[in-house]
Structure formats: structure tokens, C-alpha cells
């Protein structure tokens, strides 16, 4: 293989989307073998600059782009997914690109369907060919095995955990023939540590193989596991390519932010004694995260950590609470008991929930940004509205000052409050989320997952913001996540939820090794 | 620049609107009568408009494209023929029409918003059988409804319901009629036009409601809906129920201004043409505007009226005319159809 040629070179790539320009000039190549980091901060540009690379749509409704586009030497035309797929180029979307109503199997087959012979198509010829479904069924299977998946390829994808999608998106890829360039975007914000070291490796293995390998990632300490070469873009522009064995995590962090970042620091502990919520023998139908009862109580006042591996129901118990799976057991607030499978009723007993499915439920995707952020309130608690005789009609100013106090909290990158929110890059989507579960003013919140694909800048925000209204105003705030040193880095304590049940409640200052057993389940066996 | 001029209109609507410029040109150059096309272009859209906007509620509470129209179109004819039998005319005659209208078609409104609810996921097919069906089971209805005035019967046989009723000497063309005035030739149906801006306005404002941004959310995202605490089943047959008496409000304006109810088959096609409007206007299956209504409306229309004329002059021989007519309408329904996807 010759190492010295790259297969694919981007050159001073420019995109503006209806006059705002995102890229200004990135220049980019991968040689074959090569794990490449693209770094930068939400909304630097670095889907948009994918999104070329693998012909989106998006792309050329919006006015197409300016720069060269040159594969293995030659100048390449790249206007649809389908020329991509041809130049060897696949990709691993951040937002998902399954169809919900497939199995597994299907959707990695899609499109390539293994064919096999019929009468028909003896007589007329290839598209009376009918599906080869057990050769389908075998590739699905080798492809989810390179990837250390258990999961029975026959499962509709509608439901799963969003871990495992990743997953099938990941197995789609790799299932194809003749791929030269991987694209993954942001493929490890949605795993836990460990499916993330299972992927990384699984990415070492592609590479070896001589597959150029581009990767998106806000973990810095995954930059520098596995890539040897690292692109940074801030605000569209190309900061620098470098050699990763001659940087740091912290100067990356400089210079993807263009300033110091500091760490998170808690000042006070601002839990009582007192409980605020008892959750009695909970269960929670939601598929591939089974909440199988669990009972613990939350204090009021603190700030309590949701941890545990992938598919073990940590994240099915805020979706029990919050009404939106089907729950099963007794939760109580503030003395009084919830009435359950009815969201309005979490929420007007002022419960708020930030969900992990961020395109899936967390946003009105067609809608604007201040919009976004009103309708529960609007809703569930007729704010933001102005009372005539016989009807009632929407605040826009009080909508208006909502959505610029968050965008200025949380540090939004947008154009303004109408944009709708299908335009926002990932992270500042998540940003909204956030600030539509505050606008509620809930007494306690549920977050899951609140810094997956945020930069570090503005995880740093996000983080502080919770912390800020937990110390400020004494909002209980319980956080479900899979990156524990996260969970450690804020909480007071934390549970460690394992096959669908609680092994165990934990200090953050607990050691490494207690939490290692917690995660495992094996103190559970003690309880019983 | 102006390919950022063509982005914010969207492509269809710059080739729509320029085969209009065109066809006006070429109506021009044949010597159409200019000031008559115009004031039928106003007349169409002002009677055709409030079955456009029918559309609004189903798009927004997610129920897609409502291709059940039928549905209310009928329980407004009922509402209109009764209005006849009882022989008012003028305005207590329409007035009449409309209120009773309301309740048959909410009525016929919550039972298709219940099958729409069981149907998740196919709305729009459903509602095209549900359409035709109601309509032809209407056929056997319209002969054995019990009316009897001798303007609403078969002549010979005393039962079952005309073809075509006319509303001469009922109340033909009121809202027509009702302030209209004259700029050189062309007549302003100024009434017409004010009842479609009201039906419009009152849309509007249930569109900043309470109810309506929750409606909208539902047709947004429903899992998003879910988690609101909005009751999904609830916005959805709200939704369908509007569509439904709009529609037959819109029947009933619309027989004002063409002079006749038309029962039996007539109204089995009728949704074809508000869907059509809408789409061209810029709307696609789970995103609308009232804006979209108007322009849609008023270009399909204008299509529609203009390019018969100038068809008809290029090839004049007898039986082509009703071909033509043909052609070009259900052409450009089709186009429009392709455009379902609408602006992104
Ligand atoms: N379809 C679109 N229309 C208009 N603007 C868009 C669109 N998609 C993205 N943008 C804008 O382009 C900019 C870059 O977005 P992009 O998604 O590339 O960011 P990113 O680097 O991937 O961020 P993140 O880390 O949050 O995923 C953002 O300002 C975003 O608002
Ligand atoms: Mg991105």
C-alpha cells in the first residue's frame, strides 16, 4: 500500500448556508491506514464540511460549495450520497439515518440487498430478482460480530436504545465492500465508556486494513488514543493540522476554543436531609433500556448521578417518571404520589425532563428556537400566553425574552430566536433542549445525557448552568449519563443502576474500584 | 443573488409563476378578453379559497393532506338543500346553510377523526377511500332524503334529489354581489373576497392559541407532542373536525358564487384541487402557512382559468375543449402532487 499519497484531499472548501458563511477555507486529507481527528467546537462546521464529503442533500439545496475535491490524486465530483457510496466514501451520521420501521438486517442491507435468482427473474432479468434473506441475514451478523454486537439481527430498530443504533449505523458501513474512506461523526457520544473502547478498537482494526479513517469526536482523551493526525476548525476556519504525538489535550482545547478552559468546580453542597422524591419498586417498559424495579429516594436540594452501562435501564428511569414509556410502581413527590403514564401530571407537579432521543423527542424540529422552548410551558401551565374574552393568543415578546435570556445563558450559536432549530448544529440542538426543560421552572429536573456531542466549552456551560440553579435556587437536579467522570466531576451522589434493577448508591468520592463493582452488578447478588 | 432570490420562493413556484406570465402573454397576444379573465381569476379564488384552507388544520395536526374533504363537502350540501327546502333565500337562506353546516359536519368530522386515529401512519390513502366511499354512499342518500320542495326533486317522479340545484332566486352570488364595484371592466367580488380573508383571519388567530401551538407541536413531532403532556389523539381529531366544517362552509361559498349545489358523483374529485392549491403554494404533508393558502390558491386558480381559454383558441375543434380542460387541470394537479415533498 503507498503511504505516501493520500486518498482523499479536501482544498479550500467554502459553504455558506443562506448567507452565513460556515466554512471559510478548510483544507483536509486522510492517507490510507490513518485515523484522522476533526476537532472544533459546536457549530465550527465540521458535520457541514461531512456533509460534503458524502454528497448531502442538504448541501446542494442549500447552493452547493466552493474548493476542490480530489480522490486519490483525481479531481471528483461528489452531488449525491450514491457517487460518494462509488468513491469509496461511507459515513457514519451523527443524526441517525436508520428506518425505524426495518430490522436490523435490513437496514444494513439497504439498498444492497443480496439478490438471488427466481423464475421471474430468469425470464425478465435482474429487478425480478428476489431477496436472498438468509445471505442477508449472515452478512448482518458477521458485520454486528466485527463489532462485539449480542443483539439478534432480526429486531426492529424502532425502540432501541440509541446506543445500539449507533451500532447498526456502524455495521452498515462497515458491511460495505470496497470502502476506502470512513467518515464517523461524533459515532461515541451516544456509547457508554466501554462500547466507546470497543468502537475505538474496532476503528484501530479498520485502519490496519488500509481504510482512511476520519473521525468526530468532543472527547479529547479519544483524539488521542487513536489518531495520529488532528484537524482543527473554529468558527469555519482552519486553525491547524498537527501530528497528535507532538500536542496535548489542553492545547487542542486552546485552540479549538481560541481560550483557556478551566474545570468545573463545585463550591457548595446544597442537599438537604429532607427527601424530595421516593421512587417505590419502579418499572419501566422502555425497550432495550427495561427498568426492572428499583426504589431509592432523592434529597431535595442535591444533585444525584444516574450511572450504569448501556442497555442496563439507567436511562429508561427518567422516561418512567416523566411519563413518556410505560411505568409501573409508585413515585411520590414532595409527599404527594405521581400519577404515572401521565406527563402533564409529572410536569404539573413541576418535573422537567431533558430526553436522551434528541431528535426523537426532545425537539420540533421544523419549528423555531423560541418556540421550541414554550409550547410545555405554554401548554401545561398557560404561560406565555395573553388572555382575550373567549380565546387566548400567543406572548410574542415574553416568548421573544425567554429565548434570548437562554440563548445568552447557554450560549446558543444561532442566528437568532426564529431560526428553526433543523439548522442549529448538534450541540447547540442539545443547548435547546436544555433550555426548554428550564423554561419550565421545574422544582427538580431530569437530564439524560446532557453533554453528549457539546463541546467541551460548552459542557463547561451546560455543567455550570445546572450547578448555578441547583446552588442558587435549590433546584434538585438528577443527571443520567454514561460518562462517569462526568457524573463524579458534579454530583453529590450517585446510583449505578445494572440489569434493569439499583446495585448500588454511591458517594462521587467513592473509589474507582467500588464503582468498577457497582457497574458490574455483582453487589446485587448480596442484597437479595 | 437571484439564486438566493429562487431559494426563498422555491423552485416550483418560480416555474408555476413563470408558465403564468407566460400564459398571460400568450392570452394577451390572442386577444382574450383581459378584464373578464381577471375578474373570473378573483372569482375562483375567492370561492375556492376557504376549501383550501381546509388543508391548514390536517397538515398542522399531522394528519397530512386531507384527501376526505368529501366528507364535509356533503355535510354542507345537506345543510345547503335543507336551507332551499325550506325556502329562505338572501342572506337568512346562507346564513341558515352555514350554522346548520357546523354541527353535521362536526358531527361527520369526529367519526373520520376516529378512524383517522386508528389509521396512524396512512391518513392520506384512507382519507381518499374514505372520500369516494362516503360519496358514493351519498348517491343512494340524495334519493331518499326526505326533501320535497318542487326546486330540489325530480319533476316525475316526486323523490330523490336533482343532479344540479340550482340557487336562482335563493341566494345566487350574494357574496358576490355584496359591495362589489367595478375598476374599468373588472369586477371586485368584494364580498366574496372579505368572507375569504375572515376565514383566514379566524385561522390565524386559532393558530396562536393555546390549542393551535400545541396542534402544530403534534404535527411537528409527535414523540415531542407525547412528552409535552399533549394529548396527541385529542389535537389530531381537533384537527380533523376543523378540516371538515371548513370544508363545508367552503361548499357552501363556493355553490354561492357558481349559481348551483352539485350532488351525486360531483363531489368526489373535489379534494384534488385544494391539495393541489396548497401544495403549490408552498406547503408539503406536515408543514403550512396561511400565506401558502392565499398563493396557492390564487396561482392554481389563475392557471386553471386562463389556460383554458388560450388551449381552447389553439385548438378550437369541438371536442377537444373538454379534453383540454382535462389535461391541463389534472396536469397541473399532478405537478403539484410531485411537489408534496415541498420546500425543506
Ligand atoms: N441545514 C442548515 N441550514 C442552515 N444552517 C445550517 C444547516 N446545518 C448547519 N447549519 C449551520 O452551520 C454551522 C455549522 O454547523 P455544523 O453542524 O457543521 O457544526 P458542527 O461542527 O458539526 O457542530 P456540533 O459539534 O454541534 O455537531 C452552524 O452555525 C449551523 O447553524
Ligand atoms: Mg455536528
Redesign the interface.
Known sequence: MDMQKPILELKNIKKEYYGNKVLKGVSLDIYPGEIHCLVGENGAGKSTLMNILFGMSVIHETGGFEGEFIIEGKPAVIKTPNDALENGIGMVHQEFMLIPGFTIAENIKLNREPLKNNALSRVFGKSMKSLDTEKMKSDAKESLMKLGMDIDEQTIVKGLPVGYMQFVEIAREIDKKGVKVLVFDEPTAVLTESEADKLLEAMKHLAAEGIGILFITHRLDEVMAVSKRITVIRDGNHIQTMNTCDTDVVKIAELMVGRKVEKIERKVNASSDEDIMEIKNLKVSMPGELVKGVSFSIKKGEILGIGGLAGQGKIGIANGIMGVYKARGEVTFEGKPIKLNDPQASMSAGLSFVSEDRRGVGLLLGMSIEENMVVPSIYNFKKYLKKFLIFTQKDTKAIRENALKYIDMLDIRCTGPTQPVMRLSGGNQQKVCIARALTLEPKIIFVSEPTRGIDIGAKKIVLETLIKLNEEYGMTVVITSSELAELRSVCDRIAIISEGKLSGILSAEASDSEFGLLMSGINKKGDE | MV??YI?KIGLPRVIIIVFLLLLILAAFLQGQNMSMLTTDVLVRFGMNGILTLAMVPAILCGTGLNFGIAVGIIAGLVSGIWSIDLGLTGLTGIMFAICVSVPFSVVFGYLYGKLLNAVKGSEMVVGTYVGYSVVSLMCIGWLVLPFKSPTLVWPIAKAGLRNTITLDGYYEKIFNNFLSFQIGSVTIPTGLLLVFALACFIMF??S???TG??M??VG??N??A?????NVNKMRMLGTIISTVLSAVGIIVYAQAFGFYQLYQAPLNMAFMPVAAVLLGGAST??VKISHVVIGTLLFQALITIALPVANQIAPEGGLAEVSRLIVSNGIILYALTQSGGK?
Open positions: 439564486k438566493s431559494e388567530i386559532f396562536r392559541t393555546k401551538i400545541a402544530k407541536a411537528d413531532n414523540m415531542y407525547v412528552a409535552a403532556g399533549i406536515n408543514k425543506k
